[in-house]
């Protein structure tokens, strides 16, 4: 069934897009399972896909011996979500935090922010914003999506429409000729590049202050020895981007994916504001192979971790999310009507366009095209190493070229070629 999928071919977006050769786009995937499996509900057909380690043709069985099926007719509503309690060991009134456990196949869910630190890689700041200021941002981005567009892909050479819409917002005019120009995403130009508008402005910074202080208590906190990670920025976290995604009601979603380091460099950091309907974030870590058997230990290591984003929260993504962990929107039962947003939420992902990361320093492949980013995640062997290749491909109706060229970062993220840092000229 794998044979006849086609690669993701998003066009004209700057979303991220899945970083390991073996993942097709969960969205192509439950497409799959849905035609053929249509009484059941998205997020069990999510759960068994992951429970199958994304393979279609291993979840649609399990799904055909399962009692999935049976349920539906019973109950209208199935799942087999479970709740922290669960995971809770000793004394079932109070989970003892330490021993909270995803398991493959299952959901752990996450409401207190502790809960949050201390079992993903991101912390989240609830009523973030004082209220008048994140309704102001709501209103306004709520008008800016009413034109925002769905992200394409092809299937079976036909190109269709990923579950949500998105816009994406710079600083100047300057910069947003530049993305127009110069950046390439999944291997195309943008033509809906935005100026920033005046609410994304004044939360700026807002968001920085408080993504900075993050960063900082995480190094002290959770890192080893104190110490910032290995090809993590020194420097300020100063965000310069805002990709703005829109979600209109409970189905729409966004796929299994790492966000592209492309622009960001590696062990990038990420200020997430969730606004309108809350919806649940899930994170799961991937864990490499080096062709043996997975223990039990590896595959609940991979097990889905849900956090809760209600309108008005600040989720950091920190510097060990994009290159060890995938994190997606799942599709929902239900949702709670928001008083101004009524079915939809917005989020908004503030990014650190890094100057040295800038287009006119990344290898060309033979199509000519700067190449993407990506780090070896799935393999043992090679495992964290970052490498150039060639999106050109991606964009539908085109072949790409086989472009494949180790990238190699100095101790703060700096790329090096030919053993120097590349220095890079300052705007
Ligand atoms: O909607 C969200 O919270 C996440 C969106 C996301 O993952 C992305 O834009 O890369
Ligand atoms: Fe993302």
């Known amino acids: 069934m794998k044979s006849f999928l086609t690669r993701p071919k998003r066009k004209l977006s700057p979303e991220p897009t899945s970083v390991t050769d073996d993942d097709e786009p969960?969205?192509?995937?439950?497409?799959?399972?849905?035609?053929?499996?249509?009484?059941?509900?998205?997020?069990?057909?999510?759960?068994?896909?992951?429970?199958?380690?994304?393979?279609?043709?291993?979840?649609?069985?399990?799904?055909?011996?399962?009692?999935?099926?049976?349920?539906?007719?019973?109950?209208?509503?199935?799942?087999?979500?479970?709740?922290?309690?669960?995971?809770?060991?000793?004394?079932?009134?109070?989970?003892?935090?330490?021993?909270?456990?995803?398991?493959?196949?299952?959901?752990?869910?996450?409401?207190?922010?502790?809960?949050?630190?201390?079992?993903?890689?991101?912390?989240?700041?609830h009523n973030f914003l004082p209220p008048e200021e994140a309704n102001a941002l709501l209103k306004e981005l709520l008008h800016e999506a009413d034109s925002f567009e769905k992200i394409t892909f092809k299937l079976f050479d036909n190109v269709v429409s990923s579950p949500h819409t998105s816009g994406f917002f710079v600083e100047s005019y300057e910069d947003m000729m530049s993305q127009k120009s110069e950046y390439y995403y999944n291997g195309s130009q943008l033509t809906d590049v935005r100026r920033i508008t005046p609410?994304?402005?004044?939360?700026?910074?807002?968001?920085?202050?408080?993504?900075?202080?993050?960063?900082?208590?995480?190094?002290?906190?959770?890192?080893?020895?104190?110490?910032?990670?290995?090809?993590?920025?020194?420097?300020?976290?100063?965000?310069?981007?805002?990709?703005?995604?829109?979600?209109?009601?409970?189905?729409?979603?966004?796929?299994w994916?790492?966000?592209?380091?492309?622009?960001?460099?590696?062990?990038?950091?990420?200020?997430?504001?969730?606004?309108?309907?809350?919806?649940?974030?899930?994170?799961?870590?991937?864990?490499?192979?080096d062709g043996d058997t997975k223990s039990a230990e590896d595959s609940d290591a991979e097990g889905q971790i849900s956090i809760h984003l209600p309108h008005n929260s600040l989720l950091v993504m920190h510097a060990e999310m994009q290159e060890e962990w995938k994190h997606c929107v799942t599709p929902a039962l239900s949702i709670d009507?928001?008083?101004?947003?009524?079915?939809?939420?917005?989020?908004?992902?503030?990014?650190?366009?890094?100057?040295?990361?800038?287009?006119?320093?990344?290898?060309?492949?033979?199509?000519?095209?700067?190449c993407v980013l990506r780090v070896v995640q799935r393999k043992k062997e090679n495992f964290g190493k970052y490498f150039w290749m060639c999106h050109a491909g991606n964009v539908p109706g085109k072949e790409g070229c086989s472009f494949f060229q180790w990238a190699e970062f100095d101790d703060d993220g700096n790329p090096v070629v030919n053993g120097s840092t590349v220095r890079y000229s300052q705007r």
């Open 26 to 125: 969960t969205e192509v995937k439950l497409v799959l399972l849905s035609s053929v499996h249509p009484d059941i509900d998205q997020e069990t057909l999510l759960d068994f896909l992951l429970a199958h380690d994304g393979s279609v043709d291993h979840a649609s069985e399990a799904l055909k011996s399962s009692n999935c099926h049976q349920d539906v007719k019973k109950s209208g509503v199935i799942g087999h979500q479970q709740s922290l309690r669960q995971y809770a060991t000793g004394d079932a009134t109070s989970p003892t935090k330490k021993k909270l456990k995803s398991k493959k196949g299952s959901t752990l869910h996450l409401f207190d922010p502790e809960d949050v630190a201390e079992h993903t890689p991101c912390t989240i700041i």
């Open 199 to 255: 609410e994304l402005t004044k939360v700026k910074p807002i968001v920085q202050a408080a993504v900075n202080k993050e960063i900082q208590h995480r190094i002290k906190t959770r890192y080893p020895n104190g110490k910032k990670l290995k090809h993590q920025s020194p420097n300020a976290w100063v965000p310069n981007s805002a990709f703005v995604n829109c979600y209109n009601g409970a189905q729409q979603s966004v796929g």
């Open 257 to 289: 994916h790492s966000d592209q380091l492309t622009y960001l460099g590696p062990r990038a950091v990420i200020g997430s504001i969730s606004l309108g309907v809350a919806r649940e974030f899930r994170v799961r870590r991937v864990v490499p192979k």
């Open 337 to 370: 009507p928001h008083p101004i947003a009524g079915n939809k939420r917005i989020n908004i992902t503030y990014r650190d366009y890094r100057q040295r990361m800038h287009p006119k320093y990344t290898p060309r492949c033979a199509c000519k095209v700067p």
